[in-house]
């Protein structure tokens, strides 16, 4: 294991020379595993940060809502193959689908439908896109003033859109927030104490606090208002609940087996299931499961053996960079591509 630390150290050492606030880690073996932290919780303050830090992580939400769906379709609630047009309000007032839409293409982004964070919505100014909540229906509102073309139907779009969506039919047929019902199904049942899709606690002495610069202003932009809530990337948790999340889910201790093995299907040409990410694994020459999230000053990346054997799940502030600035963006991508390269190594370490 010594191998595997001591690679992922470097890596972590490169992206706290590049001014990274913070970075926290665990990884998981057979047998073991190994947590750590790297840089401070809060520039002001500059209390150092720890290993059980909670972070936003984005897009990993996806995987947990995509549990909640999944369930439903268990219960024979709905099918995965059944059209959302007639369940869903928001298909027949708000949008404008072009024919019908099931809950597998929300699930695997096959949907066609536009991306909100395309809108114009978010091209605004900085404090009152990250300080204004976002519901699901102002979320699609905002997604229907994008063309969704027949063309994008069964084409694999990334869209958070998707997702919310699905929050909106998770609400339906529950009858309960959306937060609730994953509480429910996911964070109760596995004793994920520090996770949560609920009003958030910024002043919370264990946040890892985020940044983003307007102009001169560094903006602390810690669990956004414009997530709280959101089914597409609204979740707060840790690298251990997170760790802890996976590997239930691929020991099909939250889903039956035949719908783990759906869920673990590619669409398309995409490496991507029913909210789940897929890996190549050059250990066993199948497949490792998770998730990357990002945005607001966070980046992370979940990856799972298909066993749920070995895992790393890491989460980092990244550097305060200016707001609705290309170079930004593209920072960004090469950051998320250079920790799952990390991630990917560590278990390829772990493995052999």
């Not at 990357?292 to 550097?319: L, R």
Request: overall charge negative.
């Amino acid at each position: 294991m010594q191998a595997a630390t001591d690679s992922l150290e470097r890596r972590v050492q490169h992206f706290m020379e590049g001014r990274a606030t913070a970075l926290v880690v665990q990884l998981r073996w057979p047998g073991g595993e190994w947590s750590k932290a790297y840089g401070v919780r809060n520039l002001d303050t500059k209390d150092p940060t720890q290993p059980q830090d909670r972070v936003s992580v984005a897009s990993i939400t996806k995987s947990m809502v995509a549990v909640s769906v999944l369930k439903l379709v268990e219960q024979g609630l709905i099918g995965l193959d059944d059209p959302v047009n007639g369940v869903l309000e928001s298909f027949r007032t708000t949008l404008r689908p072009p024919g019908p839409i099931t809950v597998r293409q929300l699930l695997n982004h096959n949907s066609g439908m536009p991306d909100y964070v395309d809108s114009e919505y978010t091209a605004g100014p900085l404090q009152q896109v990250a300080n204004t909540r976002l519901s699901m229906q102002r979320g699609l509102e905002l997604a229907a003033t994008l063309p969704w073309e027949s063309k994008n139907v069964d084409r694999f779009a990334y869209s958070s859109s998707n997702y919310l969506a699905l929050g909106q039919l998770i609400e339906k047929l529950r009858g309960r927030p959306v937060a609730d019902v994953l509480n429910q199904d996911i964070f109760a049942p596995l004793g994920l104490q520090h996770t949560s899709l609920a009003e958030p606690d910024r002043g919370a002495p264990d946040n890892i606090h985020a940044y983003i610069m307007d102009g001169r202003e560094r903006v602390d932009v810690t669990q956004p208002e414009v997530w709280v809530g959101s089914p597409a990337g609204g979740v707060i948790s840790t690298t251990q609940d997170i760790n802890t999340f996976y590997r239930a889910l691929l020991r099909s201790q939250l889903l039956s087996p035949a719908m783990l093995e759906e869920m673990k299907k590619k669409t398309g040409f995409a490496e991507y299931g029913l909210g789940l990410m897929r890996f190549p694994d050059t250990c066993s020459g199948d497949f490792r499961y998770g998730h990357p999230g990002g945005g607001f000053g966070n980046i992370s990346i979940s990856i799972t053996s298909a066993d749920g054997g070995s895992q790393v799940t890491m989460a980092m502030a990244v550097p305060p960079l200016p707001w609705q600035d290309p170079a930004t963006a593209r920072r960004i991508d090469l950051l998320g591509t250079q920790m799952e390269q990390a991630a990917q190594e560590t278990l390829d370490y772990l493995c052999h």
